[in-house]
């Protein structure tokens, strides 16, 4: 990487990066809604690069869109969904009984998810005993459904009941240290 120039491409290494924008255009439900992005383009080469700046205006950008939704889920929402509980695109799309790609078209907003689907997505959101309960009854393995809090003191509890039935060890319960 050149530190001396850091607006250099840093594909060819021939000009200087030139600010531009480009268009994302989303069409919830038919709705038209266009972003402009930031980014910076060599006029060499024609690569583009993004500063950490424009990065950061660009994802208000996106989050702003929100309000043309008219309720529904932004792909960048149905994304955090699926990584909080550790759910593959295939696992999620079993829990919520649709087709293997439906949730890389909902991420990638190539289509958006039915009205009943957005509730439900939604409410798992909000409610992860819906999501366990999604998951006993497809029988789907989300791997990181219980927050890691939850596991450890789970875990905590069955430590002190296999030491507490282990034969030689005196009655006295043991004792958390809260």
Known sequence: MNKANPRMCPACQEAQLVA???ERHFTPRG??????????????????ATSAAQQIENLRRLAARREHYGGL????DVLAFRRRY?????AAAT???KGAIAFSRYENETTYPDDATTM??????????????????TGTAV???????????????????SRRAMPGTPG????SAR
Not at 33 to 43: D, G, I, Q, Y
Not at 172 to 175: A, K, L, N, Y
């Open 20 to 22: 531009s924008t480009r």
């Open 31 to 48: 709705n038209p809604v266009v972003v402009e992005l930031l980014e910076m383009e060599c006029p060499a080469c024609g690569a583009t």
């Open 73 to 76: 889920l932004l792909g960048e």
């Open 86 to 90: 550790g759910l593959t695109q295939r």
């Open 95 to 97: 829990l919520f009984g």
């Open 120 to 137: 439900l997505l939604s409410l798992a959101i909000e409610k992860p005993d819906v999501v366990r309960w999604l998951a006993e009854r």
């Open 143 to 161: 791997p990181l459904l219980d927050r890691p809090q939850d596991a450890a003191a789970a875990s905590t509890r069955r430590v002190a009941r």
């Open 172 to 175: 006295s319960p043991i004792r």
